[in-house]
């Protein structure tokens, strides 16, 4: 009685057998190419979204050229490829199923010749060709792009914040060992075919190590996203050596045209699209700003800006609500995020119309729980204030546990009476810091180099490893290095 399930089992397994492009071996898969494409297809928008597209044609049009010719040449040159620099500090690239690849400003920033670029290109095309992200579909891990939702203990809080950005999320892969191991390969392979030095991406995974041995980032870094199998760069040196010696030939760098296009790139944080300071938030572009509880953690995004005290047990929420008026903005957002109305009411914040809510998110028991497990669920109450400014429509929301509610509603109220018009042209006019590229007048070390453009002793390292360098390296006269400059200062 049991050779039924056992027989329909092997159909379903001889069904998703597929033959890999890479390794040319049948495998069981669960995902078609069509659904890949589907896959892909469906997280761009949400990834632009999220993160927002670095606005330099002359970088999106160098990723995107340097991807086609990439693409052309590898195991499945047929997917439609997309290319595109996020509007992101973090340190990270990262492919998604259907050929859909994204590298940040901030891992543009860092690289300091194409071949380093062309090494993590052809990794990241790798994972698409080797089929990992339909291979890893049942570890796929969606991470929303802020920290505070994943640092709270509580599901509920999580839940909310993802949905009040309007679900909008970040497909990200976590890569096995051995299928960064394979993608470091067809990195060294694909780079070098199209002409590029495959040494220099293993030198670009000691970058990656400098910049991980710094404090923890707060979201996925591409170390945190593509863990170390270990040696990686000295195996993929080897590698690439061995490429080398197999197929001859020359291989380049191109250092100072890399280093040509990236002049002035942003570099850290951008202002425009809102900084804290002084425990404020400020968003010049916008032109509001609002405090932020001394001692919170925070973090800000195109979706949203998220806070939370560190114990964990209140959270809040700014992002843009739907609706053409304040009360149908608090309607749809009571629909969206299952909210039961408590009470609702006009109001005035500094001078904006506003409406005010206090909800209770709704309770979604799990089908065949215990009836006692289902009792103790914990209610959670919502503090909602809708603000028209600029011809939008703004809401806080400040969340806690109900237990916690009355002690936290005095947070939130603050911050929610603290929103105001921003008119000071120091905040509104507030530049970001940019790199430079510098031409070295003589024979010094790097660290003598960046003392005389005025470095400060606590820039020396985090210059250091942007250079790829450490601060006793030494630049020969007539070498290129980078600083980092405030605003539009050369």
Not at 274 to 287: D, M, R
Not at 358 to 375: D, F, L, N, R, V
């Amino acid at each position: 009685m049991f050779r039924l399930p056992v027989i329909m089992l092997a159909l379903l397994i001889g069904f998703a057998c597929s033959r890999n492009p890479v390794t040319g071996k049948r495998q069981v898969l669960f995902m078609s190419e069509k659904q890949e494409l589907s896959m892909g297809k469906s997280a761009d928008p949400q990834i632009v979204a999220s993160m927002g597209l670095y606005e330099d044609e002359t970088l999106q049009k160098f990723i995107n050229e340097k991807g086609k010719e990439m693409a052309a040449i590898s195991h499945r040159p047929h997917l439609p490829y997309e290319f595109k620099v996020l509007d992101s500090p973090v340190v990270n690239a990262f492919a998604v199923p259907g050929g859909y690849v994204y590298f940040t400003r901030g891992i543009m920033a860092h690289f300091n010749n194409e071949a380093e670029f062309a090494g993590v290109l052809g990794h990241e095309i790798g994972h698409v060709t080797a089929k990992h992200g339909a291979r890893q579909q049942t570890s796929q891990i969606l991470s929303q792009v802020g920290l505070v939702a994943g640092m709270i203990a509580s599901k509920e809080f999580a839940q909310f914040a993802q949905q009040a950005s309007q679900g909008l999320q970040l497909l990200m892969l976590k890569n096995s060992r051995s299928h960064e191991s394979e993608s470091d390969k067809l990195g060294v392979e694909y780079s070098s075919k199209i002409g590029y030095d495959a040494t220099k991406m293993a030198t670009f995974f000691g970058t990656l190590k400098s910049l991980s041995a710094k404090a923890g980032q707060s979201i996925p870094t591409f170390m945190s996203t593509h863990p170390d199998p270990g040696q990686r760069e000295q195996k993929v040196r080897l590698m690439a050596k061995a490429y080398q010696q197999k197929n001859g030939g020359q291989y380049k760098e191109n250092r100072d045209s890399y280093l040509a296009m990236i002049d002035g790139i942003v570099y850290g944080e951008d202002p425009k699209q809102g900084f804290v300071e002084s425990w404020t938030f400020y968003h010049p572009e916008l032109k509001f700003e609002f405090p932020v509880p001394t001692g919170w953690q925070y973090q800000n995004s195109p979706a949203q800006f998220q806070m939370a005290p560190k114990d964990g047990k209140a959270m809040m929420v700014l992002t843009l609500a739907q609706g053409n008026t304040l009360e149908e903005a608090a309607s749809q957002t009571a629909q969206q995020l299952n909210l039961a109305v408590a009470s609702g009411r006009r109001k005035t914040v500094n001078g904006l119309p506003a409406y005010e809510m206090t909800s209770t998110i709704k309770q979604q028991q799990q089908q065949g729980a215990p009836q006692q497990q289902q009792g103790q669920q914990q209610s959670v109450k919502v503090l909602s204030t809708f603000i028209q400014h600029n011809n939008m429509i703004f809401v806080l929301h400040g969340l806690s546990q109900a237990v916690d509610f009355n002690s936290q509603s005095q947070n939130f109220r603050r911050v929610m009476g603290g929103f105001a018009r921003l008119t000071d042209p120091d905040k509104l006019n507030r530049q970001p810091d940019r790199v430079r590229i510098r031409t070295s007048s003589r024979s010094q070390t790097l660290q003598q180099a960046l003392q005389a453009e005025g470095a400060s002793a606590t820039q020396l390292q985090d210059l250091a490893i942007l250079n790829g360098m450490t601060l006793n390296t030494t630049l020969k006269a007539g070498q290129k290095y980078k600083i980092v400059r405030n605003g539009n200062l050369q």
